[in-house]
């Protein structure tokens, strides 16, 4: 699986960008999509993650409100609308791919995914 963000840039704080993510190759149904964020000097860090039928979204604490995730199955494709940005959320932003799981605390994890994205580079500033 393939996976290829797109839509990352500069943005003035309480701006909105929103993210694309292309899947490709031998890509599995019933999986869950998601989007981790990494800063300089931070660990890779959980944003959202859409499970296949979209009827089950998640979100990070500090995104919950301002971010919503969302995907299109004929695409394989899934999508972050970042709205209200501050300097906070600056970070190189990956998508990821993996198996849906009950254990919802599994997908905060990064190496419960299976496959990610290159990362586009958000970056809120004034």
């Known amino acids: 699986v393939q996976l290829q963000a797109s839509g990352g840039g500069l943005v003035q704080p309480g701006g909105s960008l929103r993210l694309s993510c292309a899947a490709s190759g031998r890509t599995y149904s019933n999986n869950v999509m998601g989007w981790f964020r990494q800063a300089p000097g931070r660990e890779r860090e959980f944003v959202a993650a859409v499970t296949w039928s979209s009827s089950r979204t998640y979100y990070a604490d500090s995104v919950q409100g301002r971010f919503s995730v969302s995907r299109d199955n004929a695409k394989n494709e899934v999508y972050l609308q970042m709205n209200s940005l501050t300097p906070e959320d600056t970070a190189v932003y990956y998508c990821?791919?993996?198996?849906?799981?009950?254990?919802?605390?599994?997908?905060?994890?990064?190496?419960?995914?299976?496959?990610w994205g290159q990362g586009t580079q958000v970056t809120v500033s004034s």
């Open positions: 990821s791919f993996g198996r849906p799981t009950e254990k919802i605390h599994f997908y905060f994890t990064p190496t419960w995914w299976d496959y």
